[in-house]
């Protein structure tokens, strides 16, 4: 198994976090599951992605790049 770098954080801030990408009606991200998909098992999920962070075995996907229109017509990440 790869192993990376483990974070100090509570399960309040991954909550904490968790409600400001809500707050902020965050899109789904590279896997595809948005909120309501989910919220369906949101203490399982959380708890995951806390105990993945905290033992330094999370590693998020990739960022989903979305292209943002310039003035001079080109168009740039």
């Known amino acids: 198994m790869e192993e990376?770098?483990?974070f100090e954080i509570s399960k309040?801030?991954?909550?904490a976090a968790y409600k400001r990408v809500k707050a902020n009606q965050?899109?789904?991200g590279i896997d595809g599951?948005?909120?309501t998909e989910f919220e369906?098992?949101?203490?399982?999920?959380l708890y995951k992605i806390?105990?993945?962070m905290s033992?330094?075995?999370y590693f998020p996907d990739a960022v989903k790049g979305v292209e943002i229109p310039?003035?001079?017509g080109k168009s740039g990440f």
């Open 4 to 6: 990376g770098k483990s």
């Open 12 to 15: 309040h801030q991954v909550l």
């Open 26 to 28: 965050g899109a789904p």
């Open 33 to 35: 599951v948005d909120f």
């Open 40 to 45: 369906k098992n949101l203490k399982n999920n």
């Open 50 to 52: 806390w105990n993945r």
């Open 55 to 57: 033992s330094g075995s």
């Open 70 to 72: 310039k003035k001079n």
